[in-house]
């Protein structure tokens, strides 16, 4: 049970998150738990919405997109993260089930991919402080300086995803995925 009340609908929802909410349920066909709950400060749904789709137009493709929220979701240990980011992984990213748990345990079977995730992933542990060698494995890896700017905000958007979920007990609504022994 979550520790806020999560809106049943949008009509519940505050006044000033309805349009959001109602732009989110017309892109997903649905309103996820996370979207309504985070629907309680209508500004911080607003700015979550404006980075998501801003982030959604880069540089960076969908699959390696929902692989680093995948591997960020498991270092946070974020359930709901975890179920939503598998089914949208395996879903919308078409990403097969090898690569997903590849994904939550911080590489990819694609290259590339790998020193992305993994970068991603020492961001989240050494909250930033990496080492030039870190730096210099995923620009190596063929990663612009646009495309290094977009991982780094694509772990900044998971995390608070993570953080939200966590502290608020968002109930899920995916089907469920428990983090890695690892």
Known sequence: M?????????????AASKGSLEAVNNLLGTVPNLFRIVANSPKT???????????????????????????????????????????????LAKLDEAEIEANRRGTSTDEK???????????????????????EAVRSAGYSDEEIVEIVGHVALNTLTNYIN??????????????LAV
Do not use: M, W
Not at 5 to 10: K, Q, V
């Open 113 to 135: 991919a790998a020193a992305a995730v993994g970068f991603a992933v020492k961001i989240v542990k050494y909250r930033g402080k990496l080492s030039d060698s870190d730096f």
């Open 45 to 91: 749904l607003e700015g979550y919405l404006a980075l998501n789709g801003a982030l959604g137009q880069g540089a960076l493709n969908a699959q390696t997109r929902e692989r680093i929220a995948l591997a960020v979701a498991e270092v946070n240990g974020c359930n709901y993260c975890l179920a939503a980011h598998q089914y949208l992984g395996s879903n």
């Open 166 to 179: 966590e502290v608020l007990g968002t109930e899920i609504d995916f089907p469920a995925v428990e983090t």
């Open 2 to 14: 979550s520790r806020i009340s999560t809106p049943e609908s949008i009509a519940a929802a505050p």
